[in-house]
C-alpha cells in the first residue's frame, strides 16, 4: 500500500512542483512567500476550475476544446446583463453564468450523444461558433472597467479568511467534484464509460449520456469561469482566453489524464493547472521572456503523455490492449 | 473514439446510381450553387481577376489538406501543422537576415517541414503516443519557437525572386500557386487511388491489427504520412511568406482547424477507413467560395468562422439526422 502512494501521479506531481518551488527559491527566496503562493493560486483558479470540467470530458474518452470560447462567451453574455441591468445582485449573475454555460455544454453534449459526432469535430465546431456569436453580440465592442457595476467586479476579490473568494470557490469545486467522482454513481460511471464502454453499457450505464453530463459539468464550469474571469480582470472582449483550450488539456495531460480515457482524479487535474501556473507566474520573476511560456508549455504537454504512456505501459501489455486502442 | 457499424448490403448499388448518391456530387451541387448565388450577389463576384483572387483563399491550406487527408483515412491526425508553418516561415526569414538567396530559402522551408514532421512521426509511431494530443503538444511547441525567436518583432526584407510563389502569374490570371494545387492534388489523387501505398492507407484506417497481420508495415507508412504533412505545411509556408513578404510569430493562426474543416467536409471519415481526394479538391473550392463570396458582402472574418464551424458540424450531422429519421 505504501508503495502505492509513493509511485502514484499526484505524489510524483507534489514532488515536481516542491523542487520547481525549491529552484526558483534558490534565486527568489520572496517567490515562496506565503502571501506569493497565495497570489499564485489565486491566478491559477481559472485553470483549476475548467481542468477539472476537462478532466471529466476526458475520462469519458471525448474532449471539449470548446471551453476557453464558451467562458468567452458566458462572460460577454453576463457582462452585458450587468451594463443592462447594473442592479442584479450578483448570486443571481453567478446563477446565470452557470446556466448559460451548461446549455453551451449541453449543446456539445447532445451532438456527441445523440448524433455519435466526433467529440473532437463537435466542439472545434462550436469553438468557432461561440467565439462568432460573441462578436454578433457586442459587434466587436470591449466591455471596459467603469461600465461594470461595482459588485460586480468586487465579488472575486472579496477576502474571506485571507483568501479572495476566487480561491475559495476553487478549492469548494475540488472537493465537491473529488467527492462527486468517488462517491456518486454519476462519478463513477464517468470511469466506467471510459474505462470500458461495452462493459459499461452491459453494467446498465448508458455511455452516451454519461458523456452528456460531462459536457454539461465543463460546460457549467467554464460558464462560473467565465463569470469569475471578466468580474476580476472588469473586461469582456471577443478574444477573451483566447487559445486558453490548450492551457487546460495540458493541465489534465500532466495531471496524470490518460487521453485515452478511464483514468485521472480531480487532484491530479488541480496540481497539473498549479504546475503551469507556478511556470507561468515564475517566469518573469527570473527574467525569461513571456514569449517563451508557449513552447514551455507545450514541452511540457509532450513529456506529459510520454510519461503517462510509460506509467500505463508497465501494468503488462495484452495483444488485444492494442487492438482496442487502435481503433 | 466512438465506435462505427458497417451494415453490409444485401445488393450493391449500381455504378450510376453510386456516383450520383456520393459525397462528392453532393458537394459538387454545393459548390455550384454557392457560385450561382454569388454572382448575382455581388457584381464584382464574375471577373477573371477577382476569381483568381479567390483561389488564394485555400490553394495554400488545401496543399496540406491533402496530406492531412491521407493522415485522417490512415486514423491519425496533425493539428501542428500552422505551427510548422509559422517555424518554417521564421526559420526563412532568419535566413534572409544572414543574405541566403531564393534557393536556399525554399530548401530551408522544406527541411524544416520535413524535420517537424519526422518529430511528430516519432513520437506517434515509434513512442506510440496518441496523435492528437501529441500535436496538441507540438503546436504549441512549434509556434512557442517561433514566438522565443521573434517575440513581437517581425522579419521583413525577403529578395524579391522569392515573391513569385506566392504573387507570381504562369499565364494570364493563372497563378503559380494555383498551378501548384493543381499538380499536387494529381500527386496526391495518384498516391491515394492508384498505389499500393494509397490501399494500404486505407488497410490502415480501417483495421490497424488486420493491417499488420496481412504484411502492411503500419509504422513506417504512418511515418511517412507525417513526414509528407510536415513536408506540405513547409510547401505551404514557402507560398504563405512569398504572399505576405513579411514573417511574424503568428502567421497562420487557427489554419489547422480550417484544414481539419476541409478534410472533413471533403468526406473523409475523422474516425477513419474512407474518403477520396476528389472530395477535398472540391471541399477547398466550397470553402474558398463561401469565405469569397461572404467578403465581398462585406462579412467580417470572424462571422464567417460561424459559417465555417456551422459547415463543419452540419456535414456530419445533416447525414446522420437523414439516417435516424429514415429509420
Redesign the interface.
Known sequence: MPKQIFTSREFLLTGAIVLLLAIIATRFPAFIAPSNLANVFNDTAPLILLAIGQMIVILT???DLSVAANLALTGMVVSMINVAVPGLPVPIIIFVSVAFGALLGMVNGI?VWK????????T??????F???I??LSE?KWINAHEFSEPFKAFPRTELLGLPLMSWIAIAAVILFSVVMSRTTLGRAFYAAGGN?HAATYAGIDVGRTQFWAFTISGALAGLTGYLWVSRFAVAF?DLAGGFE?SV??AC?IGGVA??GGIGSVVGAMLGALFLGIISNALPVVNI?P????????????IA??LN?QANREKGRIILK??EN?? | MTDTTRFIPDRLQSPLERRLKSWETLLLAVAVSIFIVNSFTSPYFLNAWNLSDMTFNFTEKAMIAFAMALLIIAGEIDLSVASIIALASTAMGAAVQIGIGTPGLVLIGLGVGLICGAFNGFLVTKLGLPSIVVTIGTMSLFRGISYIILGDQAYRGYPSDFSFFGQGYVFWVISFEFVLFAIIALIYFVILHNTNFGRAVYAIGNNPVGAEFSGIRVARVKFILFLLTGLMSGVAAVCLTSRLASTRPSIAFGWELEIVTMVVLGGVNILGGSGTIPGVVIAAFVMGLVTFGLGLLNVPGIVMSIVIGLLLIGVIALPRLWEKWKS
Do not use: D, H, N, Y
Open positions: 474518452r471525448c474532449i451532438l448524433l455519435e459526432i466526433p467529440p473532437i469535430v463537435v472545434l465546431g462550436t469553438m468557432t461558433i467565439r462568432g456569436t462578436f454578433l466587436g464502454p471577443v490548450l488539456v495540458a495531460v487521453i485515452m521572456s514569449f517563451w511560456q508557449l513552447a514551455i508549455s507545450g514541452s511540457a504537454i509532450i503523455v510520454a504512456a492494442r487492438a487502435a481503433t
